[in-house]
């Protein structure tokens, strides 16, 4: 099993440009999670996920959406993206509600 | 909404040093537990949670944890540290749907 796989691992955006991060998990897990990480801010979670279809909020949601077509995949998209979202991205996918998480490597975008 | 806060930011300490990381969370009742760590350029990694029973939780790498219910704490502890604990740890709870995560404490072994 690969686990939770994240692409691009490295990404420099300009102001205003778009962009879709991938998550993708072949754990068959139902809930998976977005998550943004800045330095001494911990882990914010940006919107997850219970199941195909079915998405919701986190704390930090302005600025990013989602959408969870099949059960693997779970794409982030930034719409016009701001010098604010200069951050390391994680997705994470658990098997049942949000106990034990399993964390992709990680995204490390930046916008100038 | 649970939350937690982890006390000290950074932390530096010499092999073989003993290691406790405070951790305490909002408000009482059932409550989930977990300590996460993230090494340098790695992602997270689970390192033990507590969801009931013994309240002292062991994990991987010799870590463990106590809960407390009575100081709302879950502080993690290692009896000797080695420079390959080295990383970023990271507190955690279950708030609803959600896992709320600490600001995390960022561990120096020096060799």
């Known amino acids: 099993n690969a686990g939770v796989t994240q692409t691009p691992k490295f990404r420099i955006l300009k102001i205003g440009q778009s962009m879709t991060l991938q998550c993708t998990q072949d754990?068959?897990?139902?809930?998976m999670y977005w998550y943004r990480q800045d330095p001494g801010m911990g882990l914010k979670l940006i919107y997850y996920?219970?199941?195909?279809?079915?998405?919701d909020k986190g704390e930090v949601p302005n600025g990013y959406n989602v959408s969870r077509s099949t059960t693997e995949d779970f794409p982030l998209r930034l719409e016009l993206a701001a010098p604010s979202q200069t951050s390391v991205y994680f997705c994470?996918?658990?098997?049942?509600?949000?106990?034990?998480?399993?964390f992709g490597p990680g995204t490390r975008l930046t916008v100038l | 909404a649970q939350s937690v806060s982890q006390h000290n930011h950074h932390v530096i300490l010499s092999e073989a040093a003993s290691l406790e990381l405070g951790c305490n969370y909002s408000?009482?009742?059932?409550?989930?537990l977990f300590w996460y760590v993230q090494y340098p350029g790695q992602h997270l990694q689970l390192l033990l949670k507590?969801?009931?029973?013994?309240?002292l939780v062991k994990g991987i790498k010799g870590f463990e944890a106590e809960f407390i219910k009575s100081k709302f704490s879950f502080n993690l502890r290692k009896p000797s540290v080695q420079w390959s604990d080295t990383a970023e740890y990271f507190c955690?709870?279950?708030?609803?749907?959600?896992?709320?995560f600490g600001a995390g404490t960022i561990l120096r072994v020096k060799s």
């Open positions: 408000y009482g009742g059932t409550v989930n």
């Open positions: 754990m068959n897990h139902n809930y």
């Open positions: 955690a709870v279950i708030s609803g749907n959600k896992l709320v």
């Open positions: 996920s219970v199941g195909a279809g079915i998405t």
């Open positions: 994470a996918s658990s098997y049942s509600g949000p106990n034990e998480q399993f």
């Open positions: 507590y969801f009931s029973g013994d309240p």
